[in-house]
Structures are given as structure tokens and as C-alpha cells.
């Protein structure tokens, strides 16, 4: 049974930007083998980043 619901609308209990960027981080690090450009190699994290942030 819920007894109660927490909302967090002005950031003060999660930092949502910081923890987006450690998601993004992260799992950037985990997939970065299939995020390939062909002969041009990787990704750059940059790339991927600016297509979460969008």
C-alpha cells in the first residue's frame, strides 16, 4: 500500500542534470563498440551526448 508520493520538481532531492550526465557516461563507456562510423572509427562522446541532450 503507498503511503505517500514525493515530488521533486525543483531539483532538490535528485540532481536530474548531474545523474543524466553520469547515465550518459556510462553507458556511452558500455556501448561505445557499437556506435562505429566505419572506416572513421568511434563515435565521440561529444556526439553522442549532444543526441541524449537534444
Keep these: 500500500m503507498i503511503?505517500?508520493?514525493?515530488?521533486?520538481?525543483d531539483g532538490t532531492?535528485?540532481?536530474r542534470d548531474a545523474s543524466v550526465?553520469?547515465?550518459i557516461r556510462k553507458q556511452y563507456?558500455?556501448?561505445?563498440k557499437w556506435?562505429?562510423?566505419g572506416a572513421e572509427g568511434k563515435?565521440?562522446?561529444?556526439w553522442y551526448y549532444y543526441?541524449?541532450?537534444?
Design 3 to 9: 503511503k505517500a508520493v514525493l515530488f521533486d520538481l
Design 51 to 54: 543526441k541524449w541532450k537534444m
Design 13 to 15: 532531492l535528485l540532481d
Design 21 to 23: 550526465k553520469i547515465f
Design 35 to 37: 556506435f562505429s562510423r
Design 43 to 46: 563515435q565521440p562522446y561529444s
Design 29 to 32: 563507456e558500455r556501448f561505445i
